[in-house]
């Protein structure tokens, strides 16, 4: 029973590099979504998916870019990787929300990212 | 503007003693739901327990129980008898819908680090 699954768990980029974080769930959840977590700063929203194909930007969407092109993965890009963009990431997702769902979402472990 | 308040960067409470973690929420949506989570050290994100808006009742799991005012807009999470392993980061985070396209996802607080000594 995996879950939420991230991959890679740990990176160090140079400023300037590109990478891919991947999320995967086995739960056939329509909901996935990406923040990231700074000290003193919680969890952020950067982008969340409703669907296979349907993506929305959340509070702090710059610099990142996401694609939904199977129900189970959903993938944060970071084009041009910033020292801002040293943080720990979490995916989460939710089967949906309704009036019977608690609306608990699942998190996967985190990738913690380092820009240098 | 917050949406979720957490005030108390930092708790600390004594093995077996009663601890109040503090979060104010604003919303003008009458459909919302309250949640509590607990990160330990390790980093991993775990449920502890939700508050819908239409609750009569306060929600309670085990020794983790949410003191829901509605009035006052606060949903604060209270933690009988501590025990050491309760030393973790809390947060506090509410369902949000979007009003441009109605999706809902989760807003949290800022965190509160909780200490429980022997």
């Known amino acids: 029973n995996a879950g939420v699954t991230q991959t890679p768990k740990f990176r160090v980029l140079k400023t300037g590099q590109s990478m891919t974080l991947l999320c995967a769930q086995d739960?056939?959840?329509?909901?996935m979504y990406w923040y990231r977590q700074d000290p003193g700063m919680g969890l952020r929203l950067i982008h969340y998916?409703?669907?296979?194909?349907?993506?929305a930007k959340g509070e702090v969407p710059d610099g990142y870019n996401v694609s939904r092109l199977k129900k189970q993965n959903f993938l944060l890009g970071l084009e041009s990787a910033a020292p801002s963009q040293t943080s720990v990431y979490f995916c989460?997702?939710?089967?949906?929300?309704?009036?019977?769902?608690?609306?608990?979402?699942?998190f996967g472990e985190g990738s913690r990212l380092t820009v240098l | 503007a917050q949406k979720i308040t957490q005030t108390q960067p930092g708790m600390f409470v004594q093995e077996k003693e009663a601890v109040t973690l503090d979060c104010t929420y604003d919303?003008?949506?009458?459909?919302?739901?309250l949640f509590w989570y607990k990160q330990p050290s390790s980093g991993e994100m775990i449920f502890l327990i939700y508050?819908?808006?239409?609750?009569?009742q306060n929600a309670t799991e085990g020794r983790y129980s949410l003191n829901f005012q509605k009035a006052r807009k606060s949903a604060n999470l209270v933690i009988s008898a501590s025990q050491l392993g309760d030393s973790a980061m809390y947060f506090c985070?509410?369902?949000?819908?979007?009003?441009?396209?109605?999706?809902?996802?989760?807003?949290f607080g800022t965190g509160t680090r909780l200490l429980v000594s022997p």
């Open positions: 989460a997702s939710i089967p949906g929300f309704g009036r019977v769902n608690t609306g608990e979402l699942f």
């Open positions: 739960m056939n959840h329509e909901y």
């Open positions: 998916s409703v669907g296979e194909g349907t993506t």
């Open positions: 919303t003008s949506d009458p459909s919302y739901g």
């Open positions: 508050q819908g808006s239409y609750d009569q």
């Open positions: 985070a509410m369902r949000e819908v979007s009003m441009n396209t109605g999706f809902q996802k989760l807003v």
